[in-house]
């Protein structure tokens, strides 16, 4: 990336954080302001699904509705709606607790960890989860800071895995919908797993080495299966297929799409083996990808178990959509096929058609 680009990117990230800092307790005193004035308007437990569905269409209207230029200097342009989807989210948060009966102990040190665990940097020594209680330690505001920091450069590292740059501007505001609201319904189930829990606050503080990133340290939560079936909760196990590189696991995926169709051209080959080289894998695994290429029989790919991260799961399906849509047709049964794919990646059909026509 060029230094400029890259220049951009820091100030992105920096307004981000910025705006982050107060935006917790901003949404904290909103939330609870608006529940005291309406109690009548507050969420039941059976009305969660229907609330993150809501939060999650609302985000997905705000990003499609962007006029992206593509590149680090669309991202800077955009900063206020990025805002406003994730003052969405942490709304969303507080409403959940609300419907939890959790919402009189929602602080800041909650809310944020809860943000934190559904981004997959853990929750920063935030809270904490023994058996069927969450633990929630204090945070200084300089700790605060330094967790807010992460979360801004983690999203920003989300949105640059959107890979705007590579899309056309309105077809970049259709994956950046279908992004936001993946995203937005992850966030809401995460946040319905944890504040279903018993919540106890420690006079503990966070430390300093607490509050460092770590993208494999997950929450690891025992769900109720009497949890309203509407959330589809998300199994946090991974097996081996998910454990390989993404780009081994999506050029996988276009394969199988590939192999689905009525009949293999040379043209669908010569665009397979061109992704494969442009992966830069080592040798050993381009020839396990070209020996796939040579035979009739499907991988088995469990697409299911990528539900719980939405920047693989939409890479995943653009990656499919990209290789139909480089043919001079696209045959009904790739089609089907695409969307059977997303339906196990927990897209709508709707949004599926969008990817397509876009």
């Known amino acids: 990336m060029s230094e400029p680009a890259e220049s951009k990117l820091q100030e992105f990230q920096n307004q981000l954080v910025k705006k982050l800092l107060e935006l917790f307790d901003v949404v904290i005193a909103d939330r609870r302001s608006y529940y005291q004035k309406n109690p009548h308007k507050i969420p039941s437990r059976q009305e969660v699904g229907q609330l993150i569905k809501a939060y999650s269409y609302k985000n997905a209207a705000i990003t499609a509705g962007l006029n992206l230029i593509p590149g680090p200097w669309g991202l800077l342009a ?9 003052r969405n989210q942490l709304s969303m948060i507080y409403d959940i607790a609300a419907a939890y009966e959790q919402d ?9 960890g809860i943000l934190a665990s559904s981004l997959g940097v853990g929750t920063l020594g ?16 300089r700790i605060f800071q330094q967790i807010i920091a992460i979360l801004g450069g983690k999203i920003t590292q989300r949105l640059i895995k959107q890979q705007i740059s590579k899309f056309l501007p309105v077809v970049g505001a259709i994956s950046m919908a279908v992004w936001s609201k993946y995203t937005t319904t992850s966030i809401g189930k995460k946040a319905t797993e944890i504040l279903r829990k018993k919540i106890e606050f420690s006079d503990e503080e966070v430390t300093q080495a607490e509050a460092k990133a770590d993208d494999v340290v997950e929450v690891v939560i025992d769900i109720d299966p009497t949890i309203d079936s509407e959330l589809d909760q998300v199994n946090p196990d991974i097996d081996s297929n998910a454990a390989q590189p993404l780009d081994l696991l999506k050029i996988k995926a276009v394969i199988n799409l590939m192999k689905t169709g009525d009949q293999i051209t040379q043209q669908d080959l010569d665009y397979v083996d061109s992704i494969i080289h442009a992966a830069a894998f080592d040798t050993e695994t381009q020839y396990y990808l070209n020996g796939l290429l040579q035979t009739s029989n499907k991988i088995d790919l469990d697409y299911s178990l990528f539900s719980n991260n939405p920047n693989h799961s939409l890479e995943i399906l653009q990656s499919m959509i990209q290789f139909v ?22 897209f709508s059909d709707e ?3 969008e990817l397509l026509n876009a």
């Open 78 to 86: 955009i900063v206020p709606e990025i805002v406003l989807i994730i």
């Open 104 to 112: 009189k102990v929602m602080n800041r040190e909650l809310l944020a």
């Open 126 to 141: 935030l809270i904490t989860i023994r058996g069927g209680t969450v633990f929630v330690k204090r945070a200084s505001l």
């Open 325 to 346: 849509k480089q043919r001079d047709s696209i045959h009904i049964t790739q089609k089907m096929y695409i969307k059977q794919v997303g339906k196990l990646l927990e």
């Open 351 to 353: 949004d599926v058609v």
